[in-house]
Nanobody, 124 residues
Framework: QVQLVESGGGLVQAGDSMKLSCVIS????????MAWFRQVHGSPRELVAG????????TYADSVKGRFTIARDKIKNTLSLQMNSLKPEDSAVYYC?????????????????WGRGTQVTVSS
């Protein structure tokens, strides 16, 4: 059974750093893009960062460029998101997901499976 399990969320203050991790078990997705999305209650799920399945080229939402870094370890089958200089508007549930394609996209329906999410709360 394929599972994606996120960890590392919690409560921090504005300006702090936090690292999220996602462990994938059940199979390897080395040729697939992977991504982190986030969702605030009542709003659509949005792409935060994605990483290409072949050459590991990364893409970021404008709101997190220069602050967040996505990385993957194909041997350990993990995905991470280093978040620096956190802002209150970064507060959301963060999800890791595997794309059906090589390139990451913003479309949530391009991704399956998904993790269950981890809550990140940034206080001002």
């Amino acid at each position: 059974q394929v599972q994606l399990v996120e960890s590392g969320g919690g409560l921090v203050q504005a300006g702090d750093s936090m690292k999220l991790s996602c462990v994938i078990s059940g199979r390897s997705y080395s040729g697939h893009a992977m991504a982190w999305f986030r969702q605030v209650h009542g709003s659509p799920r949005e792409l935060v960062a994605g990483i290409n399945g072949e050459d590991e080229v990364t893409t970021y939402a404008d709101s997190v460029k220069g602050r967040f870094t996505i990385a993957r370890d194909k041997i350990k089958n993990t995905l991470s998101l280093q978040m620096n200089s956190l802002k209150p508007e970064d507060s959301a549930v963060y999800y890791c997901a595997v794309s059906k394609f090589i390139w990451p996209t913003e479309r949530t329906w391009d991704y399956d499976p998904w993790g269950r999410g981890t809550q990140v709360t940034v206080s001002s």
